[in-house]
């Protein structure tokens, strides 16, 4: 379990760090012409990016290496919507109590069938108002269905 969970956070970890870098640099690239003092702010608030910054949806997550992300996530201050073809509530109840900074809401979703894609769609807007990540964790493990 903690090698699951380090793994995930290596991951999790290279994918933010892009995304700040890219967002860093945009803002450098677009306050240029308002001084070097603000391009240096925008370059070093990059940590700031991520506090407050809206929601995650993540399917397969009841548990494995979608738990971790959801964990990873919420300990980045991160609210996120976990859900899997089978009831996630223990794993929400889980997350919540060893990751308090930030909210999860669970549902099931079985991501073969596009209506209930829809409906995690519609859950996830509106628990989250913005999602900015969407992990498309799902698949069978050895055959686990329902």
Not at 63 to 82: K, N, P, S, T
Request: net charge positive; charged share 15%; hydrophobic share 40%.
């Amino acid at each position: 379990a903690n090698s699951m969970k380090s793994v995930a956070s290596l991951i999790l970890t290279a994918v933010l760090l892009r995304t700040a870098c890219a967002f860093s640099n945009r803002n450098a690239f677009t306050t240029r012409s308002a001084g070097a003092t603000a391009s240096r702010a925008a370059a070093s608030s990059s940590s700031a990016l991520f506090a407050g910054a809206g929601g995650v949806v993540i399917t397969g997550s009841a548990g494995g290496v979608g738990y971790a992300y959801a964990g990873e996530f919420m300990d980045r201050g991160y609210d996120v919507v976990i859900c899997d073809v089978k009831d996630c509530s223990a794993a929400a109840t889980a997350l919540t109590a060893s990751h308090p900074n930030g909210t999860v809401y669970h549902t099931k979703c079985d991501v073969s069938d596009a209506k209930s894609v829809e409906a995690l769609g519609a859950f996830a807007k509106e628990s989250l108002g913005t999602v900015n990540y969407w992990i498309n964790n799902a698949g069978v493990n050895g055959g686990r269905r329902a």
